[in-house]
T-cell receptor, first 113, second 112 residues
Framework: KAGVTQTPRYLIKTRGQQVTLSCSPISGHRSVSWYQQTPGQGLQFLFEYFSETQRNKGNFPGRFSGRQFSNSRSEMNVSTLELGDSALYLC????????????FGSGTRLTVV | SQKIEQNSEALNIQEGKTATLTCNYTNYSPAYLQWYRQDPGRGPVFLLLIRENEKEKRKERLKVTFDTTLKQSLFHITASQPADSATYLCALGENSGYALNFGKGTSLLVTP
């Protein structure tokens, strides 16, 4: 079966711009989570969606937002980009709360210049 | 404050030996702990999950232990192979939320 698909794979944006990243979970998976990975901080939780509802949000500023559609596909948006937003953004899907493990996509590498 | 600590230094071992990676945590009450493998430029790949009421879990050459008194998990790879070279991440999940809290990972290098 197809894995978690994230688009685009690479992105270069300028400070102040906004960006939208997309994630298609494994078919049948209704929980989608987003993580930011940087060399200094490691993987940090952004938010989690289940059946179009955000159930949890990490400690990130309001510039980071997301949503989930009825087909479980999810998008995250970062507005007013800062240099520090440069990171690998990972999407993960699971059947329920993730207690059976998450399947991650390959990520979107965002570079802010 | 909450912390999840993994060996920050890379672990170099010889092929055929057992690799043991450590994950220590403070100020968490995990309902379960997961281990992932991550290769450069790729997303983490789920390996094993162990629940708070379990002491040990095995899967092929992998073994995980979970000691909630010591607040520690050990991850073992027996008969290691060069293909096992990667970064290994531990992640804690709590009943109160839907987030995984990750350690920063340990880099494992298995040499022939």
């Amino acid at each position: 079966k197809a894995g978690v698909t994230q688009t685009p794979r690479y992105l270069i944006k300028t400070r102040g711009q906004q960006v939208t990243l997309s994630c298609s979970p494994i078919s049948g998976h209704r929980s989608v989570s987003w993580y930011q990975q940087t060399p200094g901080q490691g993987l940090q939780f952004l938010f989690e969606y289940f059946s179009e509802t955000q159930r949890n949000k990490g400690n990130f500023p309001g510039r980071f937002s997301g949503r989930q559609f009825s087909n479980s596909r999810s998008e995250m948006n970062v507005s007013t980009l800062e240099l520090g937003d440069s990171a690998l953004y990972l999407c993960a899907s699971s059947l329920a709360q993730g207690a059976a493990g998450y399947t991650f996509g390959s990520g979107t590498r965002l570079t802010v210049v | 404050s909450q912390k999840i600590e993994q060996n920050s230094e890379a672990l170099n071992i010889q092929e055929g030996k057992t690799a043991t990676l450590t994950c220590n945590y403070t100020n968490y009450s995990p309902a379960y702990l997961q281990w992932y493998r991550q290769d450069p430029g790729r997303g983490p790949v789920f390996l094993l999950l162990i629940r708070e009421n379990e002491k040990e879990k095995r899967k092929e050459r992998l073994k995980v232990t979970f000691d909630t008194t010591l607040k520690q998990s050990l991850f073992h790879i027996t008969a290691s192979q060069p293909a096992d070279s990667a970064t290994y991440l531990c992640a804690l999940g709590e009943n109160s939320g839907y987030a995984l809290n990750f350690g920063k990972g340990t880099s494992l290098l298995v040499t022939p």
